[in-house]
């Protein structure tokens, strides 16, 4: 039996069983494990996916994979929750839950509705496990084009890729690197930035009761759980950061403090969903920031089969890098 990882201490026994015999390779790419009630165990690696069977092997049979019974996934909620639903109420309005190490669990069920907004899941009955990596150095090959050798600091920067194609991870390494003064450029020779991450869906830092448990660097200050938008007026107030890292912002209240904290002289560092700069230039918030060129710099994540591809954009959205291989990364599976 191979030595159970975080995100596998959440899986009832049984299943966990199942899943750490599948071959090292595919455990090595892991990126989802999608558990749905009375239908097959599946897991998703590389750019692949597969059924799980009882032995725990693949199969591309559903019926011959194991089935997921009422009883697992109720187990299943217990042990993600810490067998307290009560405490998680929040995160399971939203349709997730963050647990150590960084993973988030998506969950598909009933909607309760209150004055015509979710007020909570009941009968949850799907559960997408995504696997967080930490994967450093990914960032090497970035970072020295986001740097800002006049103010000796760091562009305004936004990340964009679709869903899964390495966002999270990207900035989580730009953070350690940023926060530890590791610019990967010989004329880059200031020290060490402080670093204020809001951490609203807990997936940057993997906090365990406010410690990351990713690196993250010596520099930087988390705000675990804390909504984007009043996160980020909290981190200038209190912390004094000098770069301030956001994941998925794009609402409104997150475009006014992200300007806010602009106006404040702070460096950000924030990521998007979105596959081409066209697409983010339609969307209100984002696209007007982008037209007005707040971001220095713009980098496009693609990732195909086991490669991430890169290209870097200035804010008059002229291509500036286009990595020769296209290539952030070799090798293993990244989760955005």
């Given at each position: ?14 299943m ?33 996916y ?47 839950v ?25 009968d ?32 305004h ?21 940023i ?157 955005a």
């Open positions: 039996m191979k030595v159970p990882s975080s995100w596998s201490l959440i899986i009832p026994p049984e966990r069983a199942m899943i750490l015999s599948l071959p090292d390779r595919v455990l090595a790419e892991l990126e989802e494990i999608r558990i749905r009630e009375n239908r097959p165990l599946e897991v998703i690696y590389g750019s692949d597969s059924f799980v069977t009882v032995l725990g092997q693949l199969t591309d049979q559903p019926n011959s994979a194991y089935i997921p019974s009422r009883d697992d996934c109720h187990r299943l909620l217990d042990l993600m929750t810490n067998h307290s639903l009560y405490t998680m109420e929040e995160q399971l309005r939203k349709g997730f963050t647990v150590a190490g960084g993973h988030r669990i998506g969950l598909s069920g009933r909607t309760v509705l209150a004055q015509g907004r979710v007020s909570h899941l009941r949850i009955a799907g559960f997408n496990i995504r696997i967080a990596r930490e994967i450093k150095g990914i960032g090497s090959n970035v970072l020295p084009h986001l740097l800002d050798f006049k103010e000796r600091s760091i562009h920067t936004l990340i964009v890729s679709p869903p899964q194609h390495g966002k999270t991870t990207l900035l989580r390494d730009l953070t350690r690197m926060a530890s003064g590791h610019w990967n450029h010989q004329d880059a020779r200031w020290k060490a930035m402080k670093v204020g991450v809001v951490d609203e869906r807990s997936e940057i830092a993997g906090c365990m009761k406010g410690v990351p448990s990713f690196d993250l660097g010596f520099r930087s200050d988390v705000l675990d759980g804390c909504p984007k938008a009043e996160g980020m007026m909290m981190l200038i107030r209190s912390m004094s950061p000098d770069v301030l890292i956001v994941d998925e912002f794009g609402r409104d209240e997150d475009v006014h403090a992200m300007r806010e904290a602009i106006h404040a002289g702070v460096s950000v560092v924030a990521t998007a969903h979105g596959h081409e700069l066209e697409h983010l230039m339609r969307r209100p918030g984002i696209g007007q920031l982008l037209e007005e060129g707040v971001f220095r710099r713009i980098v496009l994540l693609r990732r195909e089969r086991k490669e991430t591809m890169f290209r870097i954009f200035d804010e008059k959205k002229r291509a500036m890098l286009i990595d020769p291989a296209h290539r952030a990364v070799r090798g293993g599976a990244i989760h």
